[in-house]
């Protein structure tokens, strides 16, 4: 079977699988945009701007501390690592015990399967993030927004209760646009990885408790530091390099894709 074939498979069984769900997850990103506006009703500012939403949903949390004591959980931060999982982890699983069982036997190449399977996930990532900053973008402009990419330390000290003295246009669009998309691509090969080694579930737990932990530490070993914007700026003591976590998420993603084939080729299915 062509991989062509095998795409244009994966594409459309995938979607179908994912239909309610995506429709669940940009229920999810709609309404923290109603909960932003509802927060900024409180602060003293002539106008929010798109920056403000996209620092919102992709601040992340600011490097922990047990001297403060107070460190509310990232919400939007976890809630769109689950989304991710969800979307991600459970259809490979499921087609190579189910249906697709016998699509993989007819494929006669592994590596093809794989190759599909991982086309597929890159396409279900972006489309989901496709989506949601078309929401942020539409829901800024229906909303009035200022629709540049400046920022109000207001609204930040309102949602995070610190103050940052400078976020630069650059940290927003790459840790808050381009960062996470690539986060989400190589912890979505990571996660089917280990679906197929073990099963969906344990795959699912795995990956959520490494974003949990992240959370806690700083060390670069939790990749999902890079992405977060509080941690990225100088007020953050612990200043992630860009191009560092860029460079590292690809060396992941290489790696990730050759332990899959490893464990896509010790599939016996007949």
């Known amino acids: 079977m062509k991989i062509a074939r095998l795409i244009k498979y994966d594409l459309k069984c995938g979607f179908a699988y994912n239909r309610i769900k995506l429709v669940i997850a940009l229920g ?4 923290n945009c109603v909960y932003f506006n509802m927060i900024i009703e409180g602060v003293q500012i ?6 403000d939403l996209i620092i919102y949903f992709f ?16 919400i939007i931060y976890l809630g769109f690592q689950i989304i991710v999982s969800i979307l991600i982890g459970y259809y490979p699983y499921d ?15 592994k ?24 929401i942020l973008f539409l829901f800024a402009s229906i909303s009035g927004f200022d629709m540049s990419l400046g920022y109000h330390k207001e609204i930040i000290w309102e949602t995070n209760n610190i103050e940052i003295p400078n976020i630069e246009a650059c940290t927003i669009i790459f840790n808050g646009i381009l960062m996470p998309i690539v986060y989400s691509i190589v912890i979505s090969l990571i996660h089917i990885c280990i679906s197929l080694g073990t099963n969906a579930i344990i795959g699912f737990l795995t990956i959520m408790i490494y974003d949990f932990v992240a959370i806690f530490f700083t060390n670069k070993f939790f990749l999902s530091n890079y992405i977060m914007i509080l941690r990225n700026t100088e007020y953050s003591a612990v200043k992630y390099n860009k191009l560092e976590g860029f460079i590292t998420l ?17 599939k016996q299915l007949i």
């Open 250 to 266: 690809i060396i992941v993603y290489i790696v990730a894709l050759l332990i899959g084939r490893l464990i896509i080729n010790k």
């Open 95 to 109: 087609d190579i015990n189910g249906y697709g069982k016998q699509i993989f036997i007819r494929c006669q190449d």
């Open 59 to 74: 601040k992340g949390e600011a490097v922990f501390s047990t001297k403060t004591g107070n460190f509310p959980i990232p």
């Open 28 to 31: 999810f990103i709609l309404a």
């Open 111 to 134: 590596r093809k399967w794989l190759n599909s399977k991982v086309t597929w996930s890159i396409s279900t990532v972006l489309f989901f993030y496709l989506c949601t900053f078309t």
């Open 46 to 51: 002539d106008n929010a701007s798109l920056g």
